[in-house]
């Protein structure tokens, strides 16, 4: 997944034009790990609908922290008869390959500030691979296990530290009550239904092309912060966790100051709570989680040299999913609204804003239908509302000052191979950043100009 | 962070010891893997995941034999019991067979659907001399509960029963005696025998 920083950075902010709104790809992770397949002996069919959406039994594999094997391992006990070592023969690795080629509605200006008026970038990117990921994934030890991805994207030519959650579980005598630990660095990539962000739908994003100027902290917190959260699950129906954050940048300076850039000022709560029916082969989720940040604007004030200071952020959202696994069909919804309340202080001192309280709605819908898990696709419907802020969404990146944006994808998917997708995926906003004609205030862009089609090739081995 | 995380790790140690202190434990193995998907003591809610508890210990002992050599090679034979069977010694099949025969086997609820539970029931004992099926009473028991290498039948999930109804008759699950019961039953014979059963 693309390391977005948030984009409320201040530089992002001052900056003007469209070539400032262009974001690189703020993809969420995309995964079937087939180390798991390893280890398990189970076909992918077991813990995936389609990859990545968990079945009912995925959901549990994941929660009993990966830990369930098949195979022989390395083992060892102490006098005691107590296990002290039990490990897989091979490591459990595998990897994640995407490609894509994407174009976009209408071309967008050339970013090269002295490039002649009316300059155009090429449209139609090729991103072969777009992301490579190596996996480790798999059972560490006796109810200990960990998910690594490190992961190479074309457009910052990198390889990062991408999702990882490190696990211990255990249940009790009855099987009733299962608990566990987890330490991860991505709010909801610990979590088990794919109606929260980490893993939501789609799945593969486009590459390029332009996003809304706004979306809830809580989906673009990934690889720049670490916590550690307790979780249990009762009767295989209700599910509470907590879990505590605190920032953790890769590549900035450390300890953390105001050279670090925007970062999460000191602790950051995250809690989740669902409940889980599943009846024959259809099962149900309802479900909420959210935060409360505060978030550091990095750098000093230019007017009085001081620090910024920190924003604060409060996510609510309530979620849903419901899952038919038939036979032959597969059809599934995720359905989740989010509010969040925004209270400026550090961009309010660096004139980044003109309100001192902002909010921010997104609601979002999916559905997906699969014939034979070979052949489907799904349809996204998106929804972003908020207070309009004439300095937080300038001119440039909207006329009105309005964060307002609607947009539908459209996927269509075929897999040759349980491990193997293809897809079509069509992005159709009909407004964007507040309005639907001539929305940035400065060029003609309509809203439609930033429509998306890619074409893309994802598979695990 | 690293507090809170060992705190965490201690409270979680804790309840660990709480929880084991309690009554006899099943085997390792059914605990660790089996009840995973087959549910706790061989009792599942999912009807992808047949129910085992009061299985018969010969025909259980067999079919892991089937999946572990892969004989038994329906979809979901493939896909979730060869990768789990693979690995299992005869002892521990002969073992872990035992263990779910002796559990306490699960009633079936009521019908949903009565008219048709009771057409179930007639094929069951009569059988359909029209379409050649027999009685399946006579080799699966007045009670549906099996013997031997006959498996039990009744309180088993119906749309796993009807799944390998459809899968006998197919051979994707090959066995000369159940594709030759099932040879020319239809859909609607399948649905109300699997409906019968499964209130039992």
């Known amino acids: 997944m693309g390391l977005q920083q948030p984009s409320f950075s201040l530089t992002a902010l001052a900056a003007v034009g469209l070539a400032t709104a262009m974001l690189c790809a703020a993809s969420t992770p995309a995964e079937a790990v087939p180390s798991f397949a390893r280890q398990t002996g189970l076909a992918c069919e077991a813990c995936h609908t389609v990859f990545p959406e968990l079945t009912p039994f995925g959901r549990r594999f994941k929660l009993n922290a990966f830990t369930l094997t098949t195979k022989q391992e390395i083992s060892d006990i102490n006098e005691r008869k107590q296990g002290t070592l039990s490990l897989a023969d091979l490591p459990p690795l595998a990897l994640m390959f995407e490609a894509s080629s994407t174009w976009q509605g209408k071309r967008v200006p050339d970013s090269n500030p002295s490039a002649p008026a009316g300059s155009q970038a090429q449209n139609g990117t090729v991103e072969f691979p777009q992301q490579l990921s190596l996996f480790y994934g798999g059972k560490i030890a006796d109810h200990f296990g960990a998910l690594f991805q490190v992961t190479y994207s074309q457009p910052s030519d990198h390889f990062t530290i991408d999702n990882s959650d490190i696990r211990y579980a255990d249940q009790s005598q009855s099987g009733d009550f299962l608990y566990g630990l987890t330490l991860n660095n991505n709010p909801t990539v610990q979590d088990v239904w794919n109606s929260t962000p980490a893993w939501g739908l789609p799945s593969m994003t486009p590459p390029v092309g332009l996003a809304p100027a706004a979306s809830p902290l809580i989906g673009k917190l990934g690889a720049q912060v670490a916590g550690a959260g307790v979780y249990g699950m009762y009767k295989d129906v209700f599910y509470l966790e907590g879990t505590v954050y605190h920032a953790a940048l890769t590549g900035k300076t450390t300890p953390i100051d105001s050279t670090s850039g925007s970062h999460l000022d000191n602790y950051m709560p995250y809690w989740r709570a669902a409940y889980e029916r599943q009846w024959g082969r259809h099962s149900a989720e309802l479900g909420t989680y959210g935060t409360h940040a505060h978030f550091n604007q990095g750098g000093l004030n230019p007017e009085n040299g001081l620090v910024m200071g920190a924003d604060t952020f409060t996510d609510v959202a309530v979620d849903g999913q419901y899952q038919y696994i038939g036979e032959n069909h597969i059809a599934t919804a995720q359905a989740s609204w989010t509010h969040e309340n925004q209270t400026w202080q550090g961009l309010l001192n660096a004139g980044g804003t003109s309100n001192s309280k902002d909010n921010l709605n997104q609601y979002k819908v999916t559905g997906s239908y699969y014939y034979n898990r070979t052949y489907g696709g799904n349809v996204t419907y998106t929804r972003l509302s908020g207070s309009t802020d004439a300095l937080l969404y300038p001119v440039g990146t909207s006329a009105n000052g309005s964060p307002n944006s609607q947009w539908e994808t459209f996927e269509v998917d075929y897999l040759p191979f349980l491990n193997t997708k293809v897809l079509l995926q069509y992005t159709l906003y009909q407004k964007f950043n507040g309005g639907s004609n001539a929305y940035d205030g400065v060029t003609n862009r309509k809203a439609s100009d930033n429509n998306l089609v890619m074409l893309g090739l994802w598979t695990n081995f | ?200």
């Open chain 2, 1 to 200: 962070m690293k507090k809170v995380f060992l705190a965490a790790v201690g409270l979680a140690t804790v309840l660990a010891h709480a929880a084991s202190a309690a009554t006899e434990s099943p085997p390792k193995l059914a605990r660790e893997v089996c009840s995973k998907c087959h549910g706790p003591e061989g009792i599942s809610q999912s009807p992808l995941f047949p129910r085992l508890a009061g299985q018969q210990a010969e025909y259980l002992d067999q079919q892991l034999h089937q999946f572990r050599d892969r004989s038994r090679g329906d979809p979901h034979a493939q896909a979730y019991m060869w990768g789990v069977a693979g690995p299992l010694t005869d002892a521990q099949i002969k073992s872990i067979s035992e263990y779910y025969a002796s559990r306490k086997p699960v009633h079936g609820a009521a019908p949903s659907d009565p008219a048709l539970a009771a057409k179930g029931k007639e094929i069951f004992f009569n059988g359909l001399e029209a379409r050649n099926v027999p009685a399946c009473a006579g080799c699966h028991g007045e009670q549906a509960e099996g013997q031997g290498a006959i498996p039990r039948l009744a309180g088993q999930h119906a749309d796993y029963l009807y799944r390998q109804l459809r899968d006998f008759r197919s051979e994707l699950r090959e066995n000369e005696t159940m594709h030759a019961n099932v040879q020319s039953m239809t859909d609607d014979d399948a649905a109300a025998l699997t409906e019968y059963l499964a209130s039992q």
